[in-house]
């Protein structure tokens, strides 16, 4: 098996953001969290919509550019 395949059968480090929920808006933006799951090595992520996503359901044109 090459390295690849076996790569793809490690299981992934991911981060749901509710963990950081005493820290956003407080200490911690959305990019600050991200920059730090980045930097333990997660790759893959939860968002909470309504508590991560301003506006949501309806995020502001600002917030949807900003993700582009």
């Known amino acids: 098996m090459n390295n690849e395949a076996r790569n793809f059968r490690k299981p992934k ?3 749901s953001l509710y963990s950081y929920a005493g ?3 407080v200490t911690m933006t959305l990019e600050d969290m991200f920059a730090e799951m980045n930097d333990i090595g997660a790759r893959g992520l939860e968002i909470l919509a309504n508590s991560h996503i ?3 359901p309806n995020p502001s044109k600002e917030w949807k550019i900003g993700i582009d």
């Open 54 to 56: 301003e506006g949501y």
């Open 23 to 25: 820290e956003f808006g």
């Open 13 to 15: 480090r991911g981060v």
